[in-house]
């Protein structure tokens, strides 16, 4: 098979599109993020927790309503506590069971490699890049992508442009024509490609939570419900 000429990359979300969609209790979240509260009594936890569930619903939001990038370290900042970043083991352990990357995966970024294709992530996230390159390497795909963006890196979170720009340049690439990029939700991944200039396939195989929902959707050029179904849909464009 020979991918579409005019595709020279292929481009990523993680979260709901490399790995599965999963249904997160986000008061268990803010409680395991609460035990890196430095200095905290166990009987605090769960009084910090409260505030660091708010504190990230509003760093959330800062990239839904403003397109602004955070950290783990914000949350912390904005509910006004102090972290031990030694101290996050049980929020990485929270979050582990959620991370496996999608069987069809491996096949797929192989095969597009094979086209002669660029393969690229780009997410938005708050957690550092060893976290997702670590995952990446323990489910054996982690040579198979040739660059990686992570917002928790960069000013921007999609749908910005400037997003899909550091991704596209990132796999060496100047013009967004040429770029394709999956995703599973209509607003960040679908809308913000597209006003960027790419094409967009999504994968809506992910229940999103109405809070998370954008202002706008975007009609995608392409619809796949499963990652295996990515190859020939972008191969049909040729």
């Not at 991370?99 to 997410?123: C, F, I, M, Y």
Request: proline share 6%; charged share 25%.
């Amino acid at each position: 098979m020979t991918a579409a000429r005019t595709v020279e990359a292929v481009i990523f979300d993680w979260g709901g599109t490399l790995t599965p969609w999963h249904t997160v209790d986000f008061d268990a979240e803010a409680l395991a993020l609460a035990l890196a509260v430095r200095g905290a009594r166990e009987d605090e936890h769960p009084v910090n927790a409260a505030r660091l569930l708010e504190a990230a619903r509003t760093v959330w939001r800062w990239s839904r309503e403003e397109q602004r990038s955070a950290t783990i370290a914000d949350i912390f900042e904005v509910a006004a506590l102090e972290h031990d970043p030694d101290g996050l083991g049980g929020y990485y352990d929270f979050w582990l069971p959620h991370t496996d990357t999608d069987p069809e995966a491996r096949p797929l970024l192989e095969a597009l490699r094979a086209d002669g294709l660029k393969v690229g992530v780009l997410s938005n996230t708050i957690w550092p890049r060893t976290w997702h390159t670590g995952f990446f390497e323990r489910d054996g795909v982690a040579h198979l992508i040739d660059a990686d963006v992570y917002t928790s890196e960069i000013p921007w979170t999609k749908p910005s442009g400037e997003a899909f720009r550091a991704a596209m340049e990132a796999v060496g690439l100047s013009d967004p024509a040429h770029c394709v990029y999956v995703g599973d939700r209509l607003y960040d991944d679908v809308w913000g490609a597209q006003r960027a200039g790419m094409r967009a396939i999504h994968i809506p195989h992910s229940v999103i939570p109405p809070e998370q929902m954008g202002r706008t959707e975007g009609t995608p050029d392409g619809v796949a419900r499963s990652l295996g179904e990515v190859r020939d849909l972008i191969a049909s464009w040729a």
